[in-house]
């Protein structure tokens, strides 16, 4: 049976130049690399220069998508920025990027489901371009956590960076089959029983301030594995696939504890695992696409190999795409 999938044809990433590292923060908050490295594996994050708002930094990653696609920007019908740091309350800040690439046709938007954004934007993108709304989709992951980061707490400050990802995708036929290049399958989730336990203390309908994040460390740790874990296994059971089929695990890089419990759980090696996060930090709905970028980059993901991505994030969120790169 023909069917259209939507195919990854470039990817792209940016990470801002200033480098932040645990002896860093240490000077600041009382902590220590050594607490910092156990707990969660992160050595260093990248924070974004004040002149470098999400709209540029994801707008760099998008431009880094498009060069490796090697498509004209005005191909571009369908942009999503998952993101929960815009630039502004509004307008979006796809639609900033938007205009920043040139594209005047189409439609341009941003998603909120923090760390998940990536995956609820990548499967919303996916619905458009196998149903025909979009021909080709630029879906961006792109944050600026040091601006909602209590510096003064020790719990959250360490924990995230900044950066932005980006894929290019386009509606390409397909027979329905695992065998089919694209994406072969989306889970999305949601529980907003889950709110006090990760969230951002301020918003424009609210306090009428930007606010911090705060949260419940212990607990978002022990739901991030059992979600994780229950959103992979839902593609497992679609597809007859196990973890032994996966050619590369590319998970939301929060805690390097939670990749490698996730990881045991699936049956998926160590070695099939992409980290990014000693490097970056969470950088939220960017670290995925921003690890997908590295590894896509450094050849270690090629083309028709079997990828699976999943994240988890505020609200709660949780969900995970299977792709064949
Ligand atoms: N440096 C030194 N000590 C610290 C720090 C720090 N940066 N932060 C907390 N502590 C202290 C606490 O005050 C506490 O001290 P106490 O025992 O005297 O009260 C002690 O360390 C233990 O704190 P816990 O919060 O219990 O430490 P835990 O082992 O749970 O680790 C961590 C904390 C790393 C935040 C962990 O809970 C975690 O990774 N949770 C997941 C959070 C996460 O990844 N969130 C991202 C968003 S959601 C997502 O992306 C999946």
Redo the contacts with the bound molecule.
């Keep these: 049976m023909s069917i259209l999938r939507s195919q990854v044809v470039g990817c792209g990433s940016y990470l801002p130049a200033r480098i932040v590292t645990n002896a860093e ?2 000077a600041r ?4 690399d050594e ?2 490295v156990q ?2 594996g992160i050595r260093q994050r990248h924070v974004a220069a004040d002149d470098e708002p999400t709209s540029v930094v994801g707008l760099k990653a998008a431009q880094a998508a498009i060069a490796d696609a090697g498509i004209d920007p005005s191909e571009i019908d369908l942009i999503i920025v998952a993101t929960a740091t815009p630039d502004h309350t509004f307008p979006a800040t796809a639609t900033q990027i938007q205009a920043a690439l040139g594209i005047t046709g189409g439609a341009a938007f941003d998603l909120q489901a ?3 954004g990536f995956v609820f934007a990548l499967a919303t993108a996916d619905k458009f371009l196998t149903t025909g709304g979009a021909r080709a989709a630029l879906v961006i992951g792109a944050e600026t956590f040091s601006r909602i980061l209590d510096w003064e ?8 960076g900044d950066g932005a990802g980006a894929v290019v995708l386009k509606a390409a036929p397909g027979e329905g089959t695992l065998a089919d290049r694209g994406i072969l399958t989306t889970h999305i989730r949601s529980d907003g029983r889950h709110k006090d336990k ?1 969230y951002v203390d301020g918003g424009a309908g609210s306090t009428k301030t930007v606010g911090f ?1 705060r ?7 022990r ?2 594995v059992t979600n ?1 874990a229950e959103t992979v296994r839902h593609t497992f059971e679609q597809t007859g696939l196990s973890g032994a089929d996966i050619d590369w695990f590319v998970p ?4 390097r ?2 990749i490698d419990a996730t990881a045991d759980k699936l049956g998926i090696s160590h070695d099939h695992v992409v980290v990014t996060v000693d490097r970056h930090g ?1 950088t ?1 709905a960017a ?1 995925i696409p921003l690890a997908l970028a590295e590894a896509h980059a450094d050849g270690r993901i090629k083309r028709g190999q079997l990828v699976l991505i999943e ?4 609200g ?1 969120t ?1 969900g995970s795409a299977l792709i064949r790169w």
């Design positions: 923060l240490a908050v009382d902590t220590s607490w910092i707990r969660t923090v760390c998940s707490d020790r719990a959250t400050c360490v924990l995230f990760l994040l949260m419940e460390g212990k607990e978002v740790f739901h991030a994780l939301h890089q929060a805690n504890r939670i969470n939220s670290s994240a988890m994030g505020g709660f949780w």
